[in-house]
């Protein structure tokens, strides 16, 4: 059990447009989402966090109205960069954390390549 | 705020040998502690985990140690094999719903 989802895999895009990318989990609910950005050999950055039915709380230097997150219900998330440009190429990966039982653990995605030309 | 730094950020090991990876973090009401291997373009998967209540806890040839007086905690791998070669990451979380910080991570090479 406890399964997460990213779709897409991989996406390319032109500058300027618009990509959602979503996160499910597919075997549990999770009132938590993370997003985070990955560069290569690098570490996890967390972008934001998720909660189901309410505001993403963004980390600091992270743009809200560029990467627009709604969790609309308790087993999907959505990140939306908004106005792409190259320096958004990157590894974008959630992970969520079970409802009820040992909330402790997050869950990984497999992650989404973005890539903007 | 939270701070986890982690060291070294290479490890070259030969096979069947051990592998210590060592982990420090700023916040002293820092409560769970996981730690992610993360194959080349694949997610992290959790591998062990310890909570602040506990000072050591093994899986098979996985253990980690935690020491919360000095703020540290590490993993050992004992009997390295290649498939261990990947990038591990380690991370703290503040507080029950908190957020988890991650080490900057270690790229591990078991050699045959």
């Known amino acids: 059990g406890a399964v997460v989802s990213q779709h897409p895999s991989r996406v390319i895009c032109k500058s300027g447009t618009s990509v959602k990318i979503e996160c499910r989990s597919l075997?549990?609910?999770?009132?938590?989402m993370f997003w985070y950005r990955q560069f290569p050999k690098k570490s996890l950055m967390l972008m934001a966090t998720?909660?189901?039915?309410?505001?993403?709380?963004?980390e600091q230097g992270v743009e809200k109205d560029k990467f627009l997150i709604n969790h609309a219900s308790l087993t999907l998330s959505t990140l939306t960069v908004t106005s792409a440009h190259p320096e958004d190429s990157s590894f974008y990966i959630c992970?969520?954390?079970?409802?009820?039982?040992?909330?402790?653990?997050?869950?990984f995605g497999p992650g989404t390549r973005l890539t903007v030309l | 705020g939270e701070n986890v730094e982690q060291h070294p950020s290479t490890l070259s090991v030969q096979e069947g040998d051990s592998a210590v990876i060592k982990c420090t973090y700023s916040?002293?009401?820092?409560?769970?502690f996981p730690w992610y291997k993360q194959e080349l373009g694949k997610r992290p998967q959790l591998i062990i985990d310890?909570?602040?209540?506990?000072g050591e806890k093994k899986d098979q040839r996985i253990a980690v140690t935690l020491n919360k007086t000095a703020k540290h905690f590490s993993l050992h791998i004992t009997e390295t094999q290649p498939e261990d070669s990947a990038v591990y990451f380690c991370?703290?979380?503040?507080?029950?719903?908190?957020?988890?910080?991650f080490g900057q991570g270690t790229e591990l090479s078991v050699k045959p």
């Open positions: 992970s969520a954390k079970r409802q009820g039982v040992n909330t402790d653990t997050q869950y």
């Open positions: 075997d549990f609910q999770a009132t938590t």
């Open positions: 998720s909660n189901e039915g309410s505001k993403a709380t963004y």
């Open positions: 916040d002293s009401a820092s409560n769970y």
């Open positions: 310890i909570r602040s209540n506990v």
């Open positions: 991370a703290a979380r503040l507080g029950q719903g908190g957020k988890l910080i």
